[in-house]
């Protein structure tokens, strides 16, 4: 891990198309600002761990789940069959 110090209004250059700016400093808080391209995808990293946290609590559903989820789909309509003879 690379760290810096740095002062508000100083910024960070990441990749040549990265800018972090040191917008405001309080308290023990830190404000961010990011110009970034639009391709680049930014993330809270608790934001982004809660999602996978519920994520794989969805995937991990019991039998039972499942069950009931076929349960509200309707019956395959009955196949016309040739009569025997």
């Known amino acids: ?16 198309d990265i800018v972090l700016t040191v917008i405001e400093v309080r308290g023990d808080g830190v404000r961010l600002g990011i110009d970034a391209p639009r391709s680049v995808r930014i993330h809270r990293a608790e934001v982004l761990d809660a999602v996978r946290s519920e994520n794989a609590a969805a995937a991990a559903a ?4 499942a069950t009931a ?11 016309d069959e040739p009569a025997a003879g």
């Open 1 to 16: 891990m690379l760290v810096l110090s740095r002062r508000v209004g100083e910024q960070l250059v990441i990749a040549g």
């Open 62 to 65: 019991d039998e039972g789940v």
């Open 69 to 79: 989820l076929r349960g509200l789909l309707a019956p395959p309509a009955p196949d």
